[in-house]
């Protein structure tokens, strides 16, 4: 039996530094009005969606930073947004970054920064959180980059773990959604963390330069959209859920960030791709029943998966080198 559902990512083009929420939450607003045109019942938009990335911009005291943050959600600023959701009844994921005074891994209760994404209801009640846990980049002013990039300045590792929700999305009564920030797409573990909950729908918004900013050796322009795709067409496929991967895209300040968001089914194929850096909106049409097929054959988990050979990837983070062999040693 279908259990059909209408998707759609919801691209947004540059911000400016200079720019506020009001300018934002605004094209975001037009973005829904679109996806309610469109017949949608799910929006994504992307990583840090309120703001320019401004990771790329040092500060020496985080504090002066706060502008960036969001205290609450929804504030007077944002609040427009949560009307349209209602509004057009929407179910929607949303990025942004997070400022929670709670305590700490010590019991200590203080003010902490994450980079943050929802699950909102089309109520406006939020449904589920997510705090980015793959954190890229570095802490301190680097002189080796020509563009900083300052994700383990401003946050912390996020400490929810990789929830999935199982909740009503349009017409289907209940919808197994898990949600993935930016570099996350990047990493088989995280993805498999939420197959092993039978996610069906994974949202994830991103913010990824046009060009490797890391200045440790030459890559090719066009392997920046090719290891994205990648990433996400394979996450799909190794865990049978649909994928919405969306950009903030275009050129913030003078750096370019990459687009093509797409919308991708579970056998890892591409359903619907932006083609602008801009504000975009892009739809496809989701069969959930999809998910079956990968889910109960070829990645059934329960009947394939080796957990006695699985020791180092929940007890070693760095590669080690492997043992030498020498002629005339025999087999190691
Ligand atoms: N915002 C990000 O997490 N960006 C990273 C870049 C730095 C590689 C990404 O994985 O797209």
Avoid at 166 to 185: E, F, K, Q, S, Y
Avoid at 321 to 327: F, G, K, T
Wanted: aromatic content about 10%; some cysteine.
């Amino acid at each position: 039996m279908k259990r059909l559902i209408t998707v759609a990512a919801a691209q947004l083009g540059p911000i400016q530094k200079a720019e506020g929420r009001d300018v934002v939450v605004a094209r975001m607003v037009r973005l829904l009005e679109q996806a309610h045109r469109k017949g949608a019942h799910v929006v994504v938009f992307p990583e840090l969606a309120f703001t320019t990335f401004f990771p790329r911009w040092y500060v020496e005291d985080l504090d002066e930073a706060d502008g960036w943050y969001e205290q609450t959600l929804p504030s007077p600023a944002t609040q427009p947004l949560f009307d349209a959701i209602r509004r057009y009844g929407l179910t929607c994921y949303l990025g942004y970054a997070e400022i929670a005074h709670e305590p700490d891994e010590n019991g200590v209760l203080r003010k902490r920064r994450f980079n943050t994404s929802v699950v909102i209801a089309p109520s406006g009640e939020i449904v589920l959180k997510y705090r980015k846990i793959h954190l890229p980049g570095h802490k301190e002013f680097s002189t080796l980059r020509k563009v900083q990039h300052l994700e383990k300045r401003y946050f912390e590792v996020g400490n929810l773990g990789f929830p999935v929700v199982r909740a009503p999305v349009g017409p289907v009564d209940g919808v197994n959604l898990g949600m993935l920030i930016c570099n996350d797409r990047r990493w088989p573990e995280a993805w498999r963390e939420l197959g092993l909950q039978q996610v069906e729908l994974t949202m994830l918004g991103y913010n990824t330069p046009a060009v490797n900013q890391e200045n440790r050796g030459f890559e090719a322009h066009h392997l920046r959209n090719f290891h994205s795709q990648l990433s996400i067409q394979a996450g799909c496929y190794q865990n049978a859920t649909f994928g919405v991967g969306v950009a903030k895209a275009g050129n913030e300040d003078g750096f370019e960030l990459m687009g093509h968001s797409i919308i991708v089914n579970p056998q890892g194929e591409i359903m619907a791709m932006a083609t602008s850096w801009d504000d975009e909106l892009v739809v496809a049409d989701c069969n959930l029943a999809m998910c079956e097929l990968g889910r109960t054959t070829i990645f059934n988990f329960a009947q394939h998966r080796r957990l006695e050979a699985y020791q180092r990837l929940a007890s070693q983070t760095g590669s080690s080198a492997p043992a030498v062999w020498q002629p005339g040693q025999g087999e190691v």
